[in-house]
């Protein structure tokens, strides 16, 4: 745990297998590695403006941000998210069991003389080819900076500030918004609800009635809440139930499928490898490894 004053705090859990952080005038880079199985705690409130690109592991944040709930997914490319300083995040990460990430802390004076307006939109599982571009060269020149690294480290800094500030601007999740569509106390029924009957058909019409709205109602604010639909939500849920038992029982494929829902083990193959990019028994594998 990182406590910086009395309002500050950096707690994550996992255990920490790597780290590179090289700071500059204008920033702190930090190029990090860490190992866990199943779900991973985060809390953190910084003072800087902080930019984060998470690689392999990321799948899942499921959290409040300054009080309010939420919960991203992070896709394909969307592997980038902005926080503004002093955002308080507090929740689970979904990751594993190796989780790689990269966070840029832009100094506040830095930003402060080049920004007219201050960054207040959290932005969360977005892609951006320039940033991502430019983070790859970053990390690769921080795991050995050279001499003049502090004056590529300014010019990427500069750069990266109208990118974060432009989408930023863009973003239609402001940290005052993110509460989505659906209350907070609805949504952890449908989960709820969800979770607990996993190895059973669940219709939308269930799913809305729980909710209290007309399914059409409900679809909309659903999918504004979660960023999913409800059958990609019920889906992702069986997912990481089975990468519990994949990696905390000896069950078999087979009897894992059938606790989760399906019908058989090749079509849960299919849909693991699908949202993992490996077979279940390659992850159970790696959790033995």
Avoid at 78 to 97: C, R
Avoid at 207 to 226: D, N, P, T, Y
Avoid at 237 to 252: G, N, Q, V
Wanted: charged share 25%; net charge neutral.
């Amino acid at each position: 745990m990182e406590t910086i004053g009395d309002n500050y705090v950096r707690l994550v859990g996992g255990d920490l297998v790597s780290s590179i952080i090289t700071n500059t005038p204008s920033m702190r880079i930090e190029i990090l590695r860490r190992e866990t199985v199943g779900r991973m705690h985060w809390h953190f409130r910084q003072p800087e403006l902080s930019l984060f690109w998470f690689g392999k592991g990321a799948e899942r944040l499921r959290a409040t941000i300054d009080g309010r709930p939420v919960e991203r997914r992070f896709p394909g490319k969307s592997k980038l998210a902005i926080f503004p300083a002093a955002t308080e995040i507090e929740g689970e990460w979904n990751v594993g069991p190796t989780l790689d990430y990269t966070v840029v802390f832009l100094n506040p004076t830095f930003v402060g003389e080049r920004l007219q307006h201050a960054i207040t939109n959290c932005t969360i599982a977005f892609e951006h080819d320039g940033l991502t571009r430019g983070l790859a060269e970053l990390c690769r020149e921080a795991t050995s900076p050279d001499n003049v690294f502090s004056l590529m480290a300014e010019g990427w800094s500069i750069q990266a500030l109208a990118h974060i500030s432009r989408v930023s601007e863009r973003s239609q999740q402001p940290c005052n918004k993110l509460r989505g569509g659906l209350p907070g106390r609805s949504l952890r029924y449908v989960e709820e609800y969800v979770r607990e009957n996993l190895t059973q058909p669940i219709t939308l019409a269930e799913l809305s009635e729980i909710a209290g709205l007309s399914k059409r109602h409900f679809l909309r604010a659903f999918q504004e809440s979660v960023g999913l639909t409800p059958y990609s939500y019920v889906l992702s849920l069986r997912i990481d139930e089975a990468k519990r038992r994949l990696s905390e029982t000896e069950d078999s494929i087979v009897d894992v499928a059938l606790a989760i829902g399906f019908n058989d083990a090749q079509h849960f193959s299919t849909r693991f490898k699908k949202a993992t990019g490996i077979t279940p028994s390659a992850f159970r594998q790696r959790c033995l490894s």
